[in-house]
C-alpha cells in the first residue's frame, strides 16, 4: 500500500500525510511541482520528527511518478467526482491511494490515467473533507481489508 499526493499546496497538509506514512509503515510519493518551499516551516511542523520515520519519494512530475510505479500496482484515486464510495471497494495490498492538490484536484489526464475512483461518502450540501483526512480514512479501511496495519491480525485485538 502507498499514499500518493498531486503536486501539494497546503505544507501542513503534506506533513500530516509524511507522518500518517510514517506511523503507518506506508510510503507516501510527492507528485511535484509543490505550492510551496519543501522546506516550509509549516511542513516542518506537521511532519514534526517524523520525517526521518517515513519513508518519502518524490517525483518531478506525473510522468515521472506514473513510470516509476511498482508493476501490478493500481491508483486508486480519491476525487469527489466519483461515483464509487471507498466503502464498496476490494482494495489490494500494492494500491496506491492517489489524492489530488487541495484547490484543484487532478487534471483530466490524471483522472483518466487511475484504474479506480473513489470518493467519501458525505451529506449534502457538504462538498469535500481536507485530503489529510480523507486519505486517513481511505487508508484506514484498506489496511484492514489488507490486513496491512502493523502487527497484522494482532491490531485486531
Not at 69 to 90: D, H, M, Q, Y
Request: net charge neutral; charged share 20%; proline share 9%.
Amino acid at each position: 500500500m502507498r499514499l500518493a499526493l498531486y503536486e501539494p499546496d497546503i505544507p501542513p497538509n503534506l506533513g500530516t500525510l509524511i507522518r500518517l506514512g510514517a506511523c503507518l509503515g506506508v510510503p507516501l510519493d510527492v507528485i511535484e511541482p509543490c505550492g510551496f518551499p519543501w522546506d516550509d516551516r509549516d511542513l516542518k511542523r506537521a511532519a514534526m520528527d517524523y520525517g526521518a520515520l517515513g519513508e518519502v519519494r518524490r517525483h518531478n512530475c506525473w510522468e515521472s511518478f506514473a513510470t516509476s510505479r511498482p508493476s501490478g500496482s493500481r491508483i486508486v484515486l480519491l476525487t469527489t467526482k466519483a461515483a464509487e464510495p471507498f466503502t464498496r471497494f476490494a482494495f489490494r495490498p500494492s494500491d496506491i491511494l492517489l489524492l489530488g492538490r487541495e484547490s484543484t484536484g487532478v487534471p483530466a489526464a490524471v483522472h483518466e490515467a487511475a484504474d479506480a475512483r473513489l470518493l467519501v461518502p458525505m451529506r449534502p450540501p457538504a462538498r469535500s473533507l481536507n485530503v489529510a483526512l480523507a486519505a486517513a480514512m481511505v487508508l484506514s479501511e484498506a489496511l484492514r481489508q489488507t490486513n496491512g496495519f502493523p502487527g497484522g491480525a494482532a491490531a485486531d485485538r
